[in-house]
């Protein structure tokens, strides 16, 4: 029955775009060839085992630059029907892409919401776009950005994961002259959540990719490189300021960039985080408002953007605890 379904589905829009009457459409359904049924067969499964989305808790890896890079699903039974959605959090730098489980209420609170987790393992990464030369040789070892996207996000949009389209498949004509189409994929919501670096890796993504996020949430981020000069770990990463400022001031620097966010944005930092200065964020806060600002007067205008500092909050857990369960608040609102 599932594939005289198939047939059906694929056969029955043909024939209404052909002006097909309904004798002819009957003609049609009753002459199915076992030609068909070999089709049909083979493009379910084809639909079953390229393009579900992922039912049950999964952990496979991505090979990185020699290593195999642990990419993890934890699923929801809380989804309901096609409501499913799914949320990729981003560890901050070496810290465990899980510690978001065991240190705060968000997975939990998540799962119970209806949302899917992912998690990929990013150890030392500062979510730089590439390898520089200059970068230290340790720092090499881990995953950037642009793979990230391009070896474990992308290739999920063959799920619905990670863009905001449906996947229409091409037409199979069978020898005996009907067409056939495999079930058009649904895109699957899709936020993401970032912790310190993890933050800026989360705005970097939604700027670069915005067709794949519904919203995105930074907490402690830094976004301009170019306030912190001597800050090593961008140093390590980038080389001096002095010699290389035009990586500094370009692709890596979310700040000077707000004019391109397309995605509804939660930015969070605690006012006493010793670690990236609440100054990054009050920055960023102020160029999205100088942006917008300019932008409204010439009749456009930027998503969303939810701004929190946090007074006597620092960099750890118990302050990524409390405002990512504001994030997860700030996701449902868009979801209604």
Known sequence: MRILGLLLVG?????????????????????????????????????LGQTQPIYNDTVYRVNCMGKRVEVRFIVSKNTLG???????????WNYSDTQWCTRTKVCETALRRGYDLMFVEMGKSVYMDSLYPEMRKDYRLHPTRTWLWDSVLQPLQARGYF????????????????????????????????????GRGSMLLGLEHPEAFSGLASLSGDYDPTLTPNDNLMINCMGSFSSFSYRWQ????????????????FVAHGKADA????????????????????MVLNDHSLPKFIFRIVENAGHDYRFWNQTGLEALDFFDSLNK
């Open 11 to 47: 056969i029955l829009p043909w024939m209404a775009c052909q002006g097909v009457g309904a004798n002819k459409e009957r003609f049609l359904q009753d002459s199915i060839t076992e030609e068909d049924i070999a089709v049909a067969k083979e493009l379910h499964q084809q639909y």
């Open 82 to 92: 096609s409501g499913r959605k799914l949320l990729l959090l981003l560890p901050g």
């Open 163 to 198: 863009t905001n389209k449906g996947i229409p498949e091409s037409p199979v004509k069978t020898g005996s002259g009907k067409v056939l189409y495999r079930d058009l994929r649904l895109p699957i919501p899709t936020f993401v959540m970032g912790l310190s670096t993890g």
């Open 250 to 265: 370009g692709s890596n620097n979310i700040l000077r960039r707000i004019s391109e966010l397309q995605v509804p944005c």
């Open 275 to 294: 670690v990236v200065s609440v100054n990054q964020a009050i920055q960023m806060a102020a160029a999205y408002e100088s942006v917008e600002a300019n």
